[in-house]
């Protein structure tokens, strides 16, 4: 069973870098560690996916370590627009093995001017 | 940019009716998803859905609940003889399979149903 648990909230100015980790004990081999960004009344919006080490797309950075039992997304300058929930999700995408999917209790995210 | 969409985007019921939510996924995914989110919780995965069959469920989705892919382009959720922790928001999500790569699930903007 793969639990998965964030910080409840966080608070960022402006233009800060802002990092949220995901701690996963029980990731299982297959699993990848995939990030989402909500907003109220709406569904969950990708951002990144990873399986090891460092990934990087336009819009944040993913950093896995060896042992793969946390994820911590990094969202560069962040702005008020960042203002939102953000999740992670630790399953196995391929779908068809079994694996379920679990999400992490979700951060809540404040960006100050 | 191609979505997943969702009906109704509000649905109001009465305890023990049974409802149908319907999800039309991105036209070329292969892989479907049912999720829940009760107000203030997290997301909680319900069922994925691949080639005709459940791959996997939660022990959330009980009897109660039932997935259909009726014809080509629907996928839904039926809840039977719904309950008032049956409240929620039901997001439907799909995802592509291409070879060598994972993609990742792509979300709707959800069904709300409020059983009275």
């Known amino acids: 069973l793969a639990k998965t648990t964030q910080p409840i909230s966080m608070d960022s100015y402006e233009g800060q870098e802002v990092n949220i980790t995901c701690s996963h004990n029980n990731i299982a081999t297959n699993d990848y560690i995939t990030w989402y960004q909500q907003f109220p009344s709406q569904g969950p919006r990708f951002i990144i996916q990873g399986y090891k080490t460092k990934v990087t797309n336009e819009v944040a950075s993913l950093f896995i370590p060896a042992d793969r039992k946390s994820s911590t997304l990094s969202l560069p300058r962040v702005s008020l627009s960042d203002t939102a929930v953000y999740y992670c999700l630790v399953g196995d995408p391929r779908g068809n093995t079994g694996n379920q999917f679990y999400f992490g209790t979700g951060t809540s995210l404040t960006v100050i001017p | 940019e191609p979505e997943v969409t969702q009906t109704p985007s509000h649905q109001v019921t009465q305890m023990g009716q049974e409802v149908i939510l319907r999800c039309v996924p991105i036209s070329n995914h292969l892989y479907f998803y049912w999720y829940r989110q009760i107000l203030g919780q997290k997301v909680e995965f319900l069922v994925s859905?691949?080639?005709?069959?459940?791959?996997?469920k939660s022990e959330i989705f009980d009897d109660q609940f039932s997935v259909e892919r009726p014809d080509g382009s629907n996928f839904t959720l039926k809840i039977r003889s719904t309950k008032l922790e049956d409240s929620a928001m039901y997001f439907c999500?799909?995802?592509?399979?291409?070879?060598?790569?994972?993609?990742?699930?792509?979300f709707g903007d959800g069904t709300r149903l409020s059983i009275l």
């Open positions: 999500a799909s995802r592509a399979t291409t070879t060598g790569m994972n993609q990742p699930q792509h």
């Open positions: 859905f691949y080639n005709n069959e459940i791959s996997e």
